[in-house]
């Protein structure tokens, strides 16, 4: 049966976006680092690539939703996203890598979600969850990171290029992907304002931006800070893949997982875990034992992120998930990147990344408590769903 049939070209898709993921996730910081943009400099990039999300996420939702083909969406993204990358090259001048970083933002940082959303569409009613995909995407991520930190030897500006070629690739590979229609174009077309009238929806929207105020912190500044730890670009692909690879045999449980415990019990574990990790991550200088406290990351991360898209996907209106992705998304990084990820470039300058950290922490045991109260309140109240 077709519906039997593991959806290989999607996970080779994950593989390839997320080696893109990779190289530009981890190693962009430490390129402008290389080049003299300090932490501040570093969190102002951060905070108005992310204001342009205020803009570009709401509407590459809206235009998947409403789209006859939401691979459509996603081919325009993957071409001008592979191509803009390219525009890195043109200068290292602070106002001209800003202005390259938006148009880029632009394109690439709604290819998350809306991925997400399609992979989550095609997979309704099959046999295999989205774990089993998204495990592709942690493969890739891991390996690439790894190898790319051995071979570039601290020469951050091949990035890009790279960058680029795994864009295009998954360009191409979008002409081989199950097609998958657009809601709105169908006769349900719920309104907007169902998703904001949905407690449960926003206040996890809520707790995942507490949880993402850490998260990318640690992703935009500890790079960094390791590498004057470590002393190489290879022991930060080596934290990175051991971040990463941790998360495969969750990946391959979490639905089971989620079964048994519940949203709320798995997130609250999740985020106390995290909150464990930075605490340690504020303690630890050894470069060997910070990478081992990075192993707290497979369960974290993996449950986290997979409770929110799949309560999404399972309690938004059908003709609006490609918009809640997009809207968590958005949310979750506008505070975290503009508000405390500006504040904590210029925190961290002034106190350094390992105090930062712990208050990280703090946020994230304090969100983890008032946030799991919230939504045990909500269900007894009989307010989990949009019905």
């Known amino acids: 049966m077709e519906t039997q049939k593991f959806p290989v070209q999607l996970f080779l898709h994950y593989i390839l976006f997320y080696s893109a993921q ?6 962009f910081n430490l390129y402008l680092s290389d080049i003299g943009f300090s932490n501040t400099m570093v969190g102002l990039l951060s905070a108005l690539s992310t204001l342009i999300l205020l803009i570009s996420q709401p509407f590459w939702g809206i235009v998947s ?4 083909k939401k691979n459509t969406v996603l081919k325009t993204l993957f071409l001008v996203s592979a191509l803009s990358a390219l525009m890195y090259y043109g200068s290292t001048n602070y106002l001209y890598v800003i202005i390259v970083s938006l148009i880029f933002t632009v394109f690439y940082t709604p290819l998350v979600p809306l991925q997400d959303n399609l992979t989550l569409e095609y997979l ?8 089993h995909i998204r495990m592709g995407g942690t493969i890739g991520y891991a390996f690439t990171v790894v190898i790319a930190g051995v071979l570039l030897k601290s020469r951050y500006s ?8 795994f864009l295009l690739l998954c360009f191409l590979m979008m002409f081989i992907m199950p097609t998958v229609p657009g809601f709105r174009t169908r006769a349900e077309k719920a309104p907007l304002s169902s998703i904001l009238k949905n407690k449960t929806f926003m206040c996890l929207v809520g707790f995942n931006l507490a949880y993402s105020l850490g998260t990318n912190f ?11 730890l470590a ?3 290879s022991l930060v692909g080596v934290l990175v893949f051991t971040c990463a690879i941790v998360e495969v045999p969750f990946l391959l449980v979490i639905n089971k997982i989620l079964k048994k415990l519940g949203i709320i019990k798995l997130l609250v574990a999740a985020t106390m875990v995290s909150g464990l990790r930075w605490l340690l991550l504020y303690i630890l200088t050894n470069p060997v034992l910070i990478i081992l406290a990075n192993l707290l990351h497979g369960f974290s991360f993996s449950s ?4 929110l898209v799949t309560y999404i996907n399972e309690n938004v209106p059908k003709s609006l998930r490609a918009t809640g992705q997009t809207f968590n998304t958005l949310i979750s990084a506008f505070f975290s990147k503009v508000v405390f990820g500006f504040l904590g470039g210029v925190a961290s300058d002034v106190f350094g990344v390992n105090k930062i950290m712990l208050v990280s922490s703090v946020i994230t045991f304090v969100a983890s ?3 799991g109260m919230l939504l045990a309140k909500l269900k007894d109240n009989g307010d989990e769903t949009t019905a």
Do not use: Q
């Not at 309704?124 to 774990?131: E, H, I, P, Q, S």
């Open 22 to 27: 990779a190289m530009y996730g981890v190693y």
């Open 65 to 68: 939703d409403k789209a006859e």
């Open 124 to 131: 309704a009613g099959k046999r295999w969850n989205f774990g």
């Open 158 to 165: 091949h990035i890009f290029w790279v960058v680029s070629l």
């Open 218 to 228: 640690y992703s935009t500044y500890y790079p960094i800070y390791f590498e004057s």
């Open 231 to 233: 002393g190489s670009s």
């Open 304 to 307: 986290f992120t997979y409770c």
């Open 369 to 371: 408590i008032v946030f």
